[in-house]
């Protein structure tokens, strides 16, 4: 079992910039990629960047590309969201997910989530 813990959320203007982390703890060395999912009111799930354990080489929604930055501190299982110049869009709450089969940010059934955090960018 993986738990995740998600932190840094908040409120904040159009324009500014969040960073959230992630603590995981448990049995992490199955893992195949850690990522950041969003949902918005109304609206599904969805991913919005991954990040693989063995290479670090990350994929990004096209949405937040040039905007996110997705990083992970393997020493200490923490993994980040840096997330700059924010629109009132990017308002949802974030969760980070933690996969052992490679799936792909498409993919809602990944295998372990965090509580959410919430981010709220006015205009």
């Known amino acids: 079992q993986v738990q995740l813990v998600e932190s840094g959320g908040g409120s904040v203007q159009a324009g500014g910039s969040l960073r959230l982390s992630c603590a995981a703890s448990g049995y992490t060395r199955n893992l195949c990629y850690m990522a950041w999912f969003r949902q918005a009111p109304g609206k599904e799930r969805e991913g919005v960047a991954k990040?693989?354990?063995?290479?670090?080489?990350?994929d990004y929604a096209d949405s937040v590309k040039g905007r996110f930055t997705v990083s992970r501190d393997n020493a200490k299982n923490m993994l980040y969201l840096q997330m700059n110049s924010l629109k009132p869009e990017d308002t949802a709450m974030y969760y980070c997910?933690?996969?052992?089969?490679?799936?792909?940010?498409?993919?809602?059934?990944?295998?372990?989530w965090g509580q959410g955090t919430q981010v709220t960018v006015s205009s």
């Open positions: 990040i693989a354990i063995v290479d670090e080489s990350a």
């Open positions: 997910a933690a996969d052992r089969s490679c799936l792909s940010l498409s993919r809602s059934d990944w295998d372990y």
